[in-house]
């Protein structure tokens, strides 16, 4: 499968190729919190430039999925979408959902000061081609909530002075975006364990959907995959 093929997939059947394709992810910074943002981002199979052992092809790092013989098992390609072209790549005009700390200025990231009862949120409404894309979860919290036909989100990274599951926890309890009473949906370290997540929303039919991979090793492969709302099952 090359690039353009992959995103056409993502984008019309997000249940099947987030079921067995792994896709790393890689966040941004954007201007405008409160509102849309949307960015030029692009999809291509993982190893684009990097040195190969011989006969290894392109984005293979050991993902499959089952054949149409039992017990069979093809080999498939991982993938990552990031801000950055490479040669092969597919172009997504995709909403980005930014990482934010809870009381830090790391990485210019903006400061929540560990006030997390009127957060900003940013954006999905029904511009851009239909993905949401955000940095990838390795003790954060990813939080949503429906508000009229737009979904509001927000990431949350844990540092300093409160541990990942107290931020999900916290969230979950007091958590709340600005001129919004509403409790948020979250997904964090509590769901995800010891493990490293993505978490990509898809527009479908002018609804959003959001899903999460689970990894162990970078996302050559995934160890679970999840559609998160407007239902959460495990796919």
């Known amino acids: 499968m090359d690039s353009n093929a992959a995103k056409m997939k993502l984008l019309t059947d997000p249940d099947y190729f987030l079921k067995y394709y792994p896709v790393k992810c890689e966040g941004s910074a954007v201007p405008n919190p409160n509102g849309v943002n949307l960015l ?33 098992k093809h080999e ?15 172009i997504i005009a995709a909403h980005v959902v930014p990482m934010v700390n809870y009381n830090s200025t790391d990485f210019g990231c903006p400061n929540l000061n560990a006030n997390i009862a009127a957060m900003d949120h940013y954006t ?16 954060c919290c990813f939080c949503w909530l429906l508000h009229g036909h737009e979904l509001w989100c927000v990431h949350v990274r844990p540092i300093a002075g409160i541990s990942s599951e107290s931020l999900q926890a916290q969230l979950n309890a007091t958590g709340r975006f600005n001129n919004d009473l509403t409790a948020l949906n979250t997904y964090g370290k509590n ?45």
């Open 40 to 72: 030029q981002y692009y999809i291509n199979k993982q190893g684009v430039g990097e040195a190969r052992f011989p006969n290894e092809k392109l984005g293979h790092k050991g993902a499959t999925r089952p054949g149409s013989i039992s017990g069979y």
């Open 76 to 90: 498939i390609s991982s993938f990552i979408l990031n801000p950055r072209t490479s040669a092969g790549s597919a």
């Open 124 to 139: 999905l409404d029904n511009t851009g081609d239909g993905l949401m894309v955000t940095g990838e979860l390795s003790g």
């Open 191 to 235: 769901d995800y364990n010891n493990q490293n997540a993505s978490v990509i929303g898809v527009r479908s039919g002018g609804v959003w959907k959001i899903y999460a991979q689970t990894s162990n090793d970078l996302f050559r492969t995934i160890s679970g995959a999840y559609r998160l709302y407007p239902d959460r099952i495990r796919l």
